[in-house]
């Protein structure tokens, strides 16, 4: 809406960004002599009607006195109404994205018996035994290394969820949990790895089948 009245546009993008509420004034048609004022508003936003209601109390009370009445807006942070219906379903973002997680750490746990099978298949492990190797040196220095190497992956993703903003895991608290979780499931999932990379020779195969059960057993049941 312009001064100058009603305008008709084909840039509907710029009308819902730009124009959320006006008015008009006219003669009534039921008081003779009585001048009233009519609201409109943009019923995309779910705040427009309140905000035409006191966009014309403020037009009323400004042409009396000198005072305003302000009104402040705090939505729910969902873009939608189906958004609250769908709260603790399978269908909301956050339930999304953490089942999504559980497939990546899921493959990543896998990872960790694909050296190790190796070693052992090319006696490099039994070769680095017989040299004097220690036998708790050689587990502590895998186990720091690929700790390591857990723990990256893990702080790449907790910095994605920040970079996209995902409301269930942007909170600062939710972000600690989160990489506690992740730290736990680290130290948990690696030795466990390591006693089923015994029952595979071939790491290919190892990799795969323990992705599937990691898959079954932490997404699936």
Not at 23 to 43: C, D, H, I, Q, Y
Not at 64 to 84: A, G
Not at 193 to 213: E, K, N, Q
Request: charged share 10%; with cysteine.
């Amino acid at each position: 809406m312009s001064g100058f009245g009603l305008q008709q546009t084909e840039d509907l993008p710029r009308v819902n960004f730009r124009y959320i509420v006006g008015f008009e004034e006219r003669l009534s048609a039921e008081a003779p002599n009585t001048t009233e004022l009519v609201g409109f508003f943009n019923n995309q936003p779910f705040h427009s009607p309140p905000l035409a209601l006191n966009f014309i109390t403020n037009a009323v009370l400004r042409t009396f006195t000198n005072y305003s009445v302000e009104i402040v807006n705090h939505p729910l942070p969902y873009s939608n109404l189906d958004s609250l219906k769908q709260t603790g379903s399978l269908y909301t973002v956050g339930f999304q994205v953490g089942y999504n997680i559980g497939f990546g750490m899921s493959t990543l746990a896998a990872t960790f018996v694909v050296f190790l099978i190796t070693e052992r298949e090319s006696r490099s492990k039994h070769l680095q035994f017989v040299s004097g190797l220690k036998f708790p040196i050689f587990w502590l220095a895998n186990y720091v290394v690929d700790i390591i190497l857990c723990i990256i992956p893990c702080l790449c993703l907790s910095g994605i969820l920040i970079l996209f903003q995902i409301e269930d895991f942007y909170d600062f608290y939710m972000q600690i949990y989160l990489l506690v979780l992740f730290g736990c499931y680290c130290a948990g999932s690696i030795p466990y790895m390591y006693l089923w990379s015994y029952c595979f020779t071939i790491p290919a195969s190892g990799f795969t089948r323990m992705a599937i059960y990691n898959i079954f057993t932490g997404n699936i049941l």
